[in-house]
């Protein structure tokens, strides 16, 4: 029985410039660098966008027309839809998937009760796991939909909220652990503030803390060598968020003592809530070795709020998997996650694979860009020659520790200002934009 009317989507190259179901530049088993394209990109579907996300904006209610919407009863939807996702990944070609442990079964009024419902579904996942050989990049804990969650969760400053937290928390890692997680998230959706007037800000964050180190604790007592991750976001639904981006994350993890432990999830769509670009962000948590997963999607400029939409920019990815190649992969365990919904408007079932495609092909391409930049070395020698005053003289006292500031104010108490100007050069940041730009298309045409 088939629940999706779509062929399999195979890699066709690019005979046809108008898109279709096929991919143009994924070929999952391609070698590129040295590593087969999956191995590379290592692309999950999103449980929670791509078969609950109703399609819903701040102004419109829900548009989306799924094929197991024939469900009455939540229980019954929630089990057929386990069906509806594995051959939508067969379809679509994808070895990951990742989940909230609230995407996958309705809640109950105990805990006992939602974590009996969350079990019937889970234990369908993995008898679906057994045949299909589907893995699990990452499984996370929903702690933000529910109105208990109204003032955070580890954050929160009801203390009964702070225990139950944990308590779902728990169970969440056992599923992990019984799906074979490669990763776990933290995704502080409401760990923030909305002000400061009633906020005991140090108390918060030490809560945080310590339900992650009680994550982490428990995790290894029940043998879950998942690879715990931390996921920035600046601000939405909280008007500030304790994670506000890569670099303040690491510094929160190094204050409390979880760097040993966690490394960054990041989000394209985040990075620019936060004032940076996605390579920004990537840069940062690869030259501080943090560097975990990746949440593929991205944003409108025009837009102020996270809108999860797919990736389509190719300058924005081939910058993002440039970071990756540098790095040598996703980190040792990680992805990159489909994070995103189809608009409002692409509102039929046949949408989800439209859209999925166009993020895969979107970031594949961005590869195959960013490995031929590596391979030819073209920006390791405008960076090499940027920085060669670095290589002698006074500039390599500076970087041999050698000079000091006596040193450095003698050096430099009598240098007219022609010398000084004649010290710097021309960045040739204009030509540099070009060169990229003439690695996409030329890449890309062949």
């Given at each position: 029985?088939?629940?999706?009317?779509?062929?399999?989507?195979?890699?066709?190259?690019?005979?046809?410039?108008?898109?279709?179901?096929?991919?143009?530049?994924?070929?999952?088993?391609?070698?590129?660098?040295?590593?087969?394209?999956?191995?590379?990109?290592?692309?999950?579907?999103?449980?929670?966008?791509?078969?609950?996300?109703?399609?819903?904006?701040?102004?419109?209610?829900?548009?989306?027309?799924?094929?197991?919407?024939?469900?009455?009863?939540?229980?019954?939807?929630?089990?057929?839809?386990?069906?509806?996702?594995?051959?939508?990944?067969?379809?679509?070609?994808?070895?990951?998937?990742?989940?909230?442990?609230?995407?996958?079964?309705?809640?109950?009024?105990?805990?006992?009760?939602?974590?009996?419902?969350?079990d019937k579904v889970?234990?369908?996942?993995?008898?679906?796991?057994?045949?299909?050989?589907?893995?699990?990049?990452?499984?996370?804990?929903?702690?933000?939909?529910?109105?208990?969650?109204?003032?955070?969760?580890?954050?929160?400053?009801?203390?009964?909220?702070?225990?139950?937290?944990?308590?779902?928390?728990?169970?969440?890692?056992?599923?992990?652990?019984?799906?074979?997680?490669?990763?776990?998230?933290?995704?502080?959706?409401?760990?923030?503030?909305?002000?400061?007037?009633?906020?005991?800000?140090?108390?918060?964050?030490?809560?945080?803390?310590?339900?992650?180190?009680?994550?982490?604790?428990?995790?290894?007592?029940?043998?879950?060598?998942?690879?715990?991750?931390?996921?920035?976001?600046?601000k939405e639904p909280?008007?500030?968020?304790?994670?506000?981006?890569?670099?303040?994350?690491?510094?929160?993890?190094?204050?409390?003592?979880?760097?040993?432990?966690?490394?960054?999830?990041?989000?394209?769509?985040?990075?620019?809530?936060?004032?940076?670009?996605?390579?920004?962000?990537?840069?940062?948590?690869?030259?501080?070795?943090?560097?975990?997963?990746?949440?593929?999607?991205?944003?409108?400029?025009?837009?102020?709020?996270?809108?999860?939409?797919?990736?389509?920019?190719?300058?924005?990815?081939?910058?993002?998997?440039?970071?990756?190649?540098?790095?040598?992969?996703?980190?040792?365990?990680?992805?990159?996650?489909?994070?995103?919904?189809?608009?409002?408007?692409?509102?039929?079932?046949?949408d989800l694979f439209?859209?999925?495609?166009?993020?895969?092909?979107?970031?594949?391409?961005?590869?195959?860009?960013?490995?031929?930049?590596?391979?030819?070395?073209?920006?390791?020698?405008?960076?090499?020659?940027?920085?060669?005053?670095?290589?002698?003289?006074?500039?390599?006292?500076?970087?041999?520790?050698?000079?000091?500031?006596?040193?450095?104010?003698?050096?430099?108490?009598?240098?007219?200002?022609?010398?000084?100007?004649?010290?710097?050069?021309?960045?040739?940041?204009?030509?540099?934009?070009?060169?990229?730009?003439?690695?996409?298309?030329?890449?890309?045409?062949?």
């Open positions: 029985m088939s629940y999706w009317d779509i062929d399999k989507i195979k890699y066709e190259g690019t005979k046809d410039l108008k898109s279709g179901n096929f991919f143009q530049y994924y070929n999952p088993d391609e070698v590129i660098g040295g590593k087969k394209m999956r191995d590379w990109l290592r692309f999950s579907v999103a449980y929670w966008h791509t078969f609950d996300q109703r399609l819903v904006d701040p102004f419109g209610d829900g548009t989306a027309i799924r094929p197991y919407d024939k469900y009455s009863d939540p229980m019954d939807q929630a089990l057929a839809k386990v069906d509806y996702a594995f051959e939508f990944y067969d379809k679509l070609g994808v070895d990951y998937l990742a989940f909230h442990d609230r995407d996958l079964a309705p809640e109950g009024d105990t805990l006992r009760e939602t974590n009996k419902n969350l889970v234990d369908k996942i993995v008898e679906n796991q057994k045949t299909s050989g589907m893995k699990v990049l990452w499984n996370t804990s929903n702690m933000f939909t529910n109105p208990r969650f109204v003032s955070g969760a580890g954050t929160s400053p009801y203390a009964d909220i702070f225990a139950y937290s944990a308590a779902q928390l728990k169970h969440s890692l056992e599923i992990g652990k019984r799906v074979g997680s490669e990763n776990y998230v933290f995704w502080g959706g409401r760990e923030g503030y909305e002000s400061l007037w009633n906020t005991d800000m140090k108390m918060e964050q030490e809560h945080a803390a310590k339900l992650f180190h009680m994550a982490k604790d428990y995790a290894n007592e029940i043998g879950f060598d998942a690879q715990m991750l931390l996921e920035p976001k600046p909280s008007t500030h968020q304790y994670d506000f981006d890569a670099a303040t994350t690491i510094s929160f993890m190094k204050e409390y003592g979880l760097d040993k432990d966690f490394k960054l999830n990041l989000e394209g769509n985040h990075a620019n809530l936060a004032g940076h670009t996605y390579q920004h962000e990537i840069r940062v948590a690869r030259e501080a070795g943090m560097l975990g997963s990746l949440d593929a999607n991205q944003g409108d400029k025009l837009i102020g709020w996270d809108i999860d939409e797919f990736p389509s920019d190719l300058y924005e990815a081939v910058g993002a998997m440039y970071e990756v190649v540098e790095a040598g992969g996703i980190g040792p365990r990680g992805g990159l996650n489909f994070d995103a919904k189809p608009r409002r408007s692409s509102f039929e079932a046949n439209y859209s999925h495609i166009v993020g895969m092909d979107t970031f594949a391409a961005g590869l195959r860009v960013a490995n031929k930049m590596k391979e030819d070395g073209v920006l390791e020698d405008i960076v090499k020659e940027r920085y060669s005053s670095y290589n002698s003289g006074i500039g390599a006292d500076i970087e041999s520790g050698k000079a000091d500031m006596k040193t450095l104010e003698d050096y430099s108490l009598d240098k007219t200002q022609k010398e000084l100007r004649d010290a710097t050069s021309s960045d040739h940041l204009e030509r540099v934009k070009d060169t990229i730009n003439h690695y996409i298309i030329d890449t890309l045409s062949k």
